[in-house]
């Protein structure tokens, strides 16, 4: 399975952007969806997670998005989505997504080190 994350781009505050996760081949929906994001000098910091059918499909988030950011997933396209709205000038940074074994525990999903497949990253920069 390879990734290619698309969507990022320049916007406002306040405004929205949706990024999308394509994934090739057959067996998107048997992982775990994440999307992490990363600054100059820090490291990949945990956004959103999608846990696979096999698992439930909860998603999960981290704080500083909760309630603005939206992970979803169409496992019949094997694609996966990020949609962010209300963006701050700290959510600028460029953004990943990454798959996850199925078996992977809940306690580890916001856990880069979870995630074995990556795909190349999408700049993301808000304006202020």
């Known amino acids: 399975v390879q990734l290619q994350a698309s969507g990022g781009g320049l916007v406002q505050t306040g405004e929205s952007l949706r990024l999308t996760c394509a994934a090739s081949?057959?067996?998107?929906?048997?992982?775990?969806l994440g999307w992490f994001r990363q600054t100059p000098g820090k490291e990949r910091e945990f956004v959103a997670a999608s846990r696979p059918p096999s698992r439930g499909g909860s998603t999960h988030y981290a704080d500083s998005v909760k309630g603005r950011f939206t992970i979803s997933r169409d496992n019949t396209k094997g694609t996966g989505y990020l949609q962010m709205n209300s963006l701050k000038p700290e959510d600028t940074a460029v953004y990943y997504c990454a798959l996850a074994p199925q078996s992977t525990i809940l306690s580890s999903i916001a856990s880069a080190r979870a995630y074995v497949i990556w795909g190349q990253g999408t700049q993301v920069t808000v304006s202020s």
């Open positions: 081949g057959d067996s998107f929906r048997a992982y775990g």
